[in-house]
């Protein structure tokens, strides 16, 4: 049933390669192809008619988002440059009091590496961050400016993705080399070190090694810049497994400039050598250049057992165990084990041992069962980070410490890998991991120095060259700073950089929007939250931190506002009321002990039935659906994947669940590997509806229609392979066949599409480059970027009962957008060319004109006026009273689509008299000398380039004061 002939006809991107093969056979998008998406993109906003759709960013920022960079002015600590993983390049002048941001509409939000050039004022961007997580997205290549940030331009290496160091030349402002670590899920060649001499006018590729193996950190010797040190790193990941390290990584050295290199770590050097190296990091002592550190991820297995407390039990030691063993042990001991391991009620110790007796389970299979992805996350035995130092210049090293760096890197090194030395002593080194730790002596001994007001998860640290207790650090929780090494933090986090996976809504008034966030928890706040720091007077953040972890999808209870569903990474949810604490219950599927463990998805889907709100959906591998509120979970299907992949990521899971508006029980579910299924009756039976679609793409979204029952929509994402082209369908009849509608998108991986439910023909779409929006049901597709950054859109909600559109954002937290305008535009409106959409003036106050105090300006009264014309130029705007008295005239610069514009409510001077004559309520001056409208009914006129006009009547009312 492939119909991949009819398909390619109508997707408007180039397929690199027939979708009809395996997951391994989608290869990934050439730079060719994603340069000229990104013209499409460019286009798309010029053609759109939303360019001036208000965009309100209603937070949070507290919680900040992941950092990657942090460059601070040597001479003037107070200003500094931020890279955020997703949201942009940030600049402050007030020690991190306020910033601006200066990327927001470039080709690539996502941030890896920055360098300034202090003397010359250059900025140097390497786009597309290094650290390889999940949400690592891809850039392209590396931007200059020399204009402090006002403009920017592409100096290549588009290939690149991931962008791991930016080294300058102290002297010479043309020359710079960049650390590439090339694409995150597929192999490429264009990995190493890339030099320019010519300010990146030119590339020379001086450091290649093979197409799985990249650079991901240099250093020099700041007093003979021909002196380099690159570390490559071999890192394989896919969706479902990841390499974090091989043999061909290493440190190598140049004393050339880069034109030649030898590696240093190699057998007899004293640095690990061979399989398991992973990512290392390069700090090469400012003042004494001969000292060199480095940080490295061993992936290597421990080879000794820790010491440890006998008389606890623990997986080592089931691990060697026979059954007669294991029903020997005392049952004080393994119930100690079973709670620490958080088994459930059931499985009390006298419970597993009658079931490993009458070989109902064997010991084998209690460790299966422990075989949690988020316990190994934490709890399989690598021997991680490893400190080395070489006093030689690289010729020979010592690791610095004689024990393990036990909770530094748990098994995710690939996550940090960044060391640092202060200028004014060579023994003092600051380690980046899950806590952020210092030595005073070399690394022989360390200190944790990440207090109370810091986030975990480090990636950046600045260290004051003159003041070693001064330092700015980076990691997922944003900026802190720092006077005293480390005893006393402050945040910096006053930009909206939060990076939400998901979003829901309540019906409260004002409604509350919840979220869950990138190693940052689940938070709700006011949809009427304005991005202000008065809060610090009062003591109240006006968002509210409910759940920690990796905040994933979150449901509420419609009826009482209160009752959430919600949790953290691979499906660790729970049913809380969000005004008590401590009220937390797990809602989690478990099999028993001896079944096959299930599958969850890093963002588990769960999904809240309106039809009743005590039944809630969950996709493991499996459906599972609690018909009381998620205190009992059935599980009603099969494994609903291809199940055809083993590796150490969770994979063959479910992605997305979702109940049609108008049926109970017609219910929609995709997978991480491709499929689609259906069921009629509530998850009791299944029948799969992606036979015509392409294979093996990560299904991000499926989204029945709230206007007719048989139609469906779904969006595939190739971000997972590397592969960025647009993937969008729709269905009328259940999914038994499907259409392509992303004809007029860029290649861009699509997360979310949210139909209007009040305007059927009204589709939006999220994509890791944007927003966009089709008024014929995906026909014609225009950008919705001009007021919101290109920050990557994950997760979409049109509130249920107010006309807003809620967007959230991996990068820059979450925005809302009135919806009034964009559905006035009917087809009658349309094809006009030229209507006012809607005009409002507040109610009439005595007090227009005044000022609060002699300090402040006068208040002004306006209305807002939106129209919408096809036709861009001068405009021409006039007030009339209801006599056609011209009361105001004035002028609008329109461009093509809706325009927003603010009208005073002035009258003019000359027709004072006029007005008087006629008005229920005579103006008066007012302070300000001004004659302002008073109430009463009016007209505005508005009149568009070519003479057309246009009326609309609006009335100023009488307010009680």
């Known amino acids: ?78 200003e500094f440059y931020v890279a955020y993983a997703s949201g942009g390049l940030w600049h402050t002048v007030s020690n991190g009091q306020s910033f601006i941001p200066l990327f927001d509409y470039e080709d690539a939000m996502t941030m890896g590496n920055i360098a300034v ?98 650079a991901v950190s240099m250093d020099l010797d700041p007093s003979n810049p021909d002196v380099i040190y690159a570390s490559a790193w071999h890192r394989e990941r896919r969706a479902w497994n990841f390499v974090e390290g091989g043999k061909s990584g290493g440190i ?6 880069g034109s030649s290199w030898t590696k240093l770590t190699v057998e007899g050097s004293g640095f690990h050598a061979g399989e398991g190296t992973g990512r290392i990091g390069i700090a090469v002592h400012p003042l004494s250049s001969n000292i060199i550190y480095a940080v490295l991820d061993n992936q290597n297995k421990r080879n000794i057992e820790d010491k440890k407390d006998t008389s606890m039990l623990d997986v080592s030691d089931i691990k060697k165990m026979s059954k007669s063993e294991f029903l020997n042990v005392p049952e004080k001991k393994l119930s100690a084990f079973i709670k620490s391991k958080g088994f459930p009620e059931k499985y009390s110790a006298e419970k597993i041992k ?45 690791k610095t410490h004689d024990t393990y760096l036990k909770n530094l890197f748990y098994t995710y090194g690939y996550y940090f890998g960044k060391i640092y030395t202060a200028a004014s002593d060579t023994n003092t080194v600051v380690v980046c991991g899950v806590p952020l730790i210092l030595s005073s002596d070399g690394g022989k001994s360390f200190v944790t120095i990440d207090g109370d007001n810091t986030h975990g998860d480090h990636h950046a640290v600045w260290i004051n060259p003159k003041n070693k207790n001064h330092m700015i650090i980076g990691n997922d929780g944003g900026v802190n700073i720092t006077y005293d090494s480390g005893r006393n933090w402050f945040k ?36 009427a939250n304005e991005n202000e720091v008065s809060w610090h007077q009062y003591g109240q953040y006006p968002y509210r931190h409910i759940m920690g972890g990796d905040g994933m999808q979150v449901q509420v209870d419609y009826r009482d506002n209160k009752t959430v569903y919600t949790g953290f990474q691979f499906g660790n949810y729970y049913r809380l009321d969000k005004n008590k604490v401590h009220s937390a219950e797990s809602i989690k599927p478990e099999n028993d002990i001896g079944e096959e463990n299930y599958r969850f998805n890093w963002q ?12 809630l959906y969950f996709g493991s591998n499996k459906f599972h659906r609690s018909m009381n509120k998620g205190k009992n979970m059935l599980t009603l299907s099969n494994d609903l994947t291809n199940n055809d992949k083993t590796g150490d990521v969770p994979f063959n899971t479910i992605t997305c669940i979702a109940e049609s508006p108008m049926r109970f029980g017609l219910v929609y579910v995709g997978t991480d590997d491709g499929l689609a299924w259906i069921s009629r009756d509530a998850g009791y039976t299944w029948s799969a509806i992606s036979d015509s679609l392409p294979d093996a793409l990560y299904v991000s979204r499926i989204v029945p229609s709230s206007h007719y029952i048989g139609r469906v929509y779904l969006s595939m994402n190739g971000y997972r392979n590397d592969h960025f082209n647009a993937y969008l369908f729709v269905s009328d009849n259940n999914g038994e066949s499907w259409q392509s509608i992303a004809d007029g998108l860029p290649p861009e991986p699509i997360n979310v599409i949210c139909e209007d439910p009040a305007n059927e023909y009204i589709l939006f779409v999220g994509t890791d480059n944007g927003l966009y929006c089709s008024l014929n049901r995906g026909k014609k597709w225009m950008s919705m970027n001009g007021k919101i950054p290109r920050a990557p859109v994950h997760d979409l909600i049109i509130h249920p009962r107010e006309a807003d559109l809620i967007v959230a954002t991996h990068g820059r937290s ?129 009149t568009s380039l070519s003479g057309v006009k246009r009326e609309k009547q609006f009335e100023i009312r009488k307010r009680d004061e």
């Not at 939060?498 to 919840?514: H, I, R």
């Not at 514009?901 to 008066?924: D, Q």
Request: proline share 5%.
């Open 814 to 942: 979450i925005y809302i957008a009135p919806l009034r305008e964009i559905r006035a535009l009917h087809d009658s409106v349309i094809e006009s060319g030229f209507s006012v959409l809607g005009i409002s003036a507040p109610p009439f106050s005595k007090r227009w004109g005044s000022a609060r105090n002699v300090f402040a300006d006068p208040v002004i009264p306006q209305s807002s006026l939106e129209y919408f014309t096809t036709e861009p130029g001068e405009c021409k705007i006039r007030i009339l009273s209801h006599k056609k008295l011209e009361l105001a005239n004035l002028q609008d610069t329109a461009e093509a689509g809706i325009n927003y514009t603010s009208v005073p409510l002035r009258i003019e001077n000359k027709v004072l008299t006029a007005f008087n004559r006629h008005a229920e309520v005579k103006a008066i001056a007012a302070d300000d000398g001004n004659f302002y409208l008073t109430p009463g009914k009016y007209i505005l006129e508005i």
């Open 117 to 214: 050039n202090w003397k010359t004022r250059d900025i140097w961007v390497g786009t597309g961050e290094v650290n390889s997580s999940r949400s690592s997205y891809s850039g392209t290549g590396v931007y200059l400016s020399s204009d402090s940030g006002k403009t920017w331009t592409n100096t290549g290496l588009h290939e690149s993705h991931h962008i791991g160091k930016i080294l300058l030349h102290p002297g010479n402002p043309d020359v710079a080399w960049v650390a590439v670590m090339g694409h995150l899920y597929s192999p490429n060649p264009e990995r190493g070190v890339y030099k320019t001499i010519d300010k990146g006018r030119s590339w020379q590729h001086v450091l290649q090694f093979d197409e799985n193996t990249g």
């Open 354 to 398: 009658e079931l490993i007796k009458t070989d109902s389970i064997k010991v084998k299979d209690v460790l299966n069962y422990l075989n949690d992805a988020n316990n190994s996350l934490f709890d399989t035995p690598v021997i991680g980070a490893e400190i080395y130092k070489s006093s030689d210049g690289g010729k020979t090293w010592n």
């Open 604 to 615: 588990s889907p769960i999904h809240l039935s309106r039809h009743n709100q005590d039944i």
């Open 1 to 78: 049933m492939k119909q991949f002939g009819f398909l390619v006809t109508l997707l408007s991107v180039i397929f690199n390669a027939t979708l009809s093969g395996a997951q391994d056979a989608i290869l990934p998008t050439a730079a060719k192809d994603r340069l000229d998406g990104l013209s499409r993109h460019r286009e798309l906003r010029k053609e759109s008619w939303f360019m001036n759709v208000p965009f309100r960013n209603i937070g949070p920022t507290i919680m900040s988002g992941r950092v990657t960079d942090i460059e601070v002015n040597p001479e003037n600590p107070a």
């Open 252 to 257: 190598f050295k140049s004393t050339d400039g």
């Open 492 to 527: 910096a986090n006053t930009p909206p950089v939060g990076q939400f996976y998901s979003l829901a809504v309540d019906m409260d008034e004002p409604y509350n929007v919840y979220g869950g966030l990138q190693d940052n928890g689940v938070w709700t706040g006011s949809s």
